[in-house]
């Protein structure tokens, strides 16, 4: 009623903060008071674990954004009220940069057989419809946050326990369109991870087209998903038409195809530097393709091929990219079926190779004695690289 605590002395504002409740009301509170001891104060009253460190080392930030975090978690189309978001948007919108939402409730269905004898057909006493239902639309909240710069989803639902049914994992076309919509609008967005929802190569592309020419998106995660070749074609795009600078598509289902898209935008790109394939099925005419765009490629410093039923003809592409390539310093080739002359071939490679300081080959059946001599290699690379840094560090 009376906001004058700008205008205390310093030692009397601290004696009334300090005696503040931390039930007061969000409106009251939220663009009034920036003092970090109160907000501490709340988060630690209402959350047992606080890290500030995901949170812009902020204690207000990090409130801001679990608070608002906890009430989208639990929206449930078509009955919770949608002023519980928006109203808190004019309260949170300077502090908010960060979300991660690894839940999304559909709407509820009620079946009019389960009100009449209290049974359910399906056991699932949430009461979710099994007809295909869209989540709650972010496009009104992230639009209005100008400072959001990461975004972190997964469509699904969290100790759904005996109550399981895959619709409740359904991320919805109408639910991809109104999310891609949204991320156009979004313009200070740096990071984007959309991962276990189930996105197919038809809903990636939808995702892709309304990236292109992203102004500041910088890293995108579309992992443990069901891309195919087209949505890696769609992606190959996005690559050469943004500013990204790392790409996780681990544990889709890319086949060669997918990967020679990738590889034809790795060849020209420019500003990534770290590509994650695990878990997919390029095969070596894809792996082989990646290693010849990287004897051109100067900007990619990591990239993960593990699990991708490789085998010694792109180990033999990857010595000369080895023997050539001076920007590359992480290679993972685990889970692979190198063979002991493949391992030869990379090792081969090694030889006058100064920049990897990592190459993994677990399980790739490369041989006790070439695994153990590709280690010294790279180790030896590891430390001289330690000491160039030691040396330039400033004392």
């Not at 239902?133 to 710069?149: K, S």
């Not at 090694?350 to 153990?372: F, P, S």
Request: hydrophobic share 35%.
């Amino acid at each position: 009623e009376s906001p004058i605590l700008d205008r205390l002395p310093p030692e009397h504002q601290r004696k009334v903060l300090d005696r503040l409740s931390t039930r007061l009301p969000l409106a009251v509170t939220a663009n009034l008071i920036s003092d970090e001891d109160y907000w501490k104060r709340c988060c630690m009253e209402r959350w047992q674990v606080c890290d500030t460190s995901n949170h812009g080392d902020s204690w207000k930030q990090m409130f801001f954004e679990r608070h608002l975090e906890n009430i989208l978690k639990r929206f449930i189309p078509n009955t919770t009220d949608p002023n519980q978001v928006l109203e808190l948007i004019p309260l949170c919108k300077d502090y908010v940069r960060k979300l991660e939402l690894d839940q999304f409730l559909p709407p509820v269905h009620v079946d009019q057989k389960e009100d009449r004898d209290g049974l359910s057909d399906t056991g699932s006493d949430l009461g979710f419809s099994k007809a295909s239902t869209h989540h709650y639309d972010l496009g009104v909240l992230i639009t209005a946050l100008p400072h959001l710069e990461e975004l972190h989803l997964t469509y699904g639902v969290k100790d759904c326990g005996m109550n399981f049914e895959w619709n409740l994992f359904n991320f919805t076309h109408q639910d991809c369109h109104n999310l891609a919509v949204a991320l156009k609008m979004c313009h200070n967005l740096k990071v984007f991870k959309l991962t276990r929802s189930n996105v197919d190569d038809d809903k990636a592309r939808l995702l892709v087209h309304n990236l292109l020419d992203h102004p500041c998106l910088v890293e995108l995660d579309l992992s443990h998903n069901l891309l195919r070749d087209k949505g890696a074609q769609a992606v190959g795009k996005l690559i050469n038409r943004s500013r990204l600078e790392a790409l996780d598509l681990c544990n889709n289902q890319i086949h060669h195809v997918g990967a020679q898209a990738l590889a034809r935008a790795l060849a020209e790109n420019s500003t990534l530097t770290s590509l994650n394939l695990r878990l997919n099925c390029v095969g070596d005419r894809g792996g082989e393709a990646i290693g010849r765009a990287l004897l051109t490629n100067t900007t990619l410093k990591s990239i993960h091929l593990g699990s991708n039923h490789l085998t010694e003809p792109t180990a033999t592409c990857f010595s000369q990219v080895l023997a050539q390539n001076t920007t590359l310093t992480r290679i993972s080739f685990s889970c692979n079926h190198l063979g002991p002359a493949g391992g030869k071939q990379l090792l081969e490679g090694l030889a006058d190779n100064k920049a990897l300081t990592e190459l993994d080959i677990r399980l790739a059946e490369v041989g006790q004695k070439t695994e153990y001599l590709i280690h010294q290699m790279v180790w030896a690379n590891r430390e001289a690289a330690r000491l160039a840094s030691r040396q330039q560090s400033p004392l």
